[in-house]
């Protein structure tokens, strides 16, 4: 009888993408069916993943939610979120259950105190550790990312661009200590003789504008705001090397197969969320302020730095971010 599997992840883009290794082995090597407890701003990522039988989101309904999971009688939970609300969701079910390690008291150690105790093990091997009980293994082909073909960008009749003729440069993040500045992004487009296009979401609408009035180069996109999630991802798949910070789109990138360029504030590779790209070979570069001693702050980021120097973002050279860009062309 084929088995029913439900992996849970929540949040966020990034982390829902992280999950999709997980998600192709259960439904390629095990033949199961597998469905998906996630956020409902989130279900769309999941929802185009041909792995995925069926999404059910965490709505305002608990009791109803607990409801629908208990009927589909699960042989498997696969808890890859770890919180209060996922232990109190496997204990409701009552089924036999994997979760990985969060690794939230190194994270906290490195961040407070400034020492590293973190295994240097990227967290999509961490999700798989989670699931070898169901002995599965992780297949080498990366990420995953499905585009719905109602919601592919046709950059030629939008832009008059072709494939990977232009760089796509990712501006914002969750939080503003993970960004360069608006200047320091103008100055990366100065060094680049290729088209941009500028992503971020309706908050970065203000800094993309910012970008274009400051910059030389006269072929920068401002495509801030007016493209969805699956839109900017379309936009990827066509360009050529990608400029990003710490952010989902960065994990969407490596998922379609993108050089790119990576650059850290607060945050570290070290925490185990860089580029995935399996067994690809495809190549990227990570640029951070390696000695700064205050790196990492947090693990995830703020809206100002603590210390009020911002070292870890304004000590980064525009010319070398771009010149990176250029060696992947």
Not at 29 to 38: R, Y
Request: hydrophobic share 40%; glycine share 6%; aromatic share 8%.
């Amino acid at each position: 009888m084929r088995r029913k599997i439900l992996v849970i992840r929540f949040s966020s883009i990034g982390d829902i993408v992280l999950t999709t290794p997980v998600v192709r082995a259960l439904h390629t090597q095990l033949d199961a069916e597998v469905h998906f407890l996630t956020k409902e701003a989130f279900a769309p990522i999941v929802l185009s993943n041909p792995h995925v039988a069926r999404v059910i989101t965490l709505g305002k309904d608990f009791n109803l939610m607990m409801q629908a999971l208990r009927e589909q009688g699960y042989d498997h939970i696969i808890d890859l979120h770890h919180n209060l609300r996922t232990l109190r969701i496997r204990t409701a079910l009552h089924r036999p259950f994997s979760a990985f390690r969060k690794l939230n008291f190194e994270k906290w150690l490195l961040t407070r105190f400034g020492v590293d105790r973190l295994p240097r093990v990227h967290i999509v091997d961490r999700y798989m550790a989670a699931s070898t009980s169901l002995e599965i293994t992780s297949d080498g082909a990366g990420l995953d990312f499905f585009i719905p073909d109602a919601q592919q960008v046709d950059i030629t009749k939008r832009w008059n661009l072709h494939d990977r003729e232009y760089v796509s440069m990712v501006i914002g993040a969750a939080h503003e200590t993970k960004c360069l500045t608006a200047a320091q992004l103008a100055q990366v487009c100065d060094h680049l003789d290729q088209p941009v296009i500028l992503l971020g979401g309706k908050k970065e609408t203000e800094k993309a504008e910012a970008i274009i009035r400051s910059t030389s180069n006269r072929r920068v996109i401002n495509a801030c705001g007016q493209l969805d999630l699956m839109q900017s991802a379309s936009v990827l798949q066509h360009s050529g090397p990608v400029v990003t910070h710490d952010t989902g789109l960065m994990h969407i990138a490596a998922a379609l197969q993108k050089p790119q360029v990576v650059v850290w504030g607060n945050t570290i590779p070290a925490f185990g969320m860089y580029p995935y790209y399996g067994s690809s070979g495809t190549q990227w570069i990570s640029i951070e302020q390696r000695d700064l001693k205050c790196r990492p702050c947090s693990k995830i980021g703020y809206d100002k730095c603590p210390k009020g120097h911002f070292k870890c973002i304004l000590s980064h050279d525009p010319a070398f971010i771009a010149h990176s860009a250029i060696s992947l062309i």
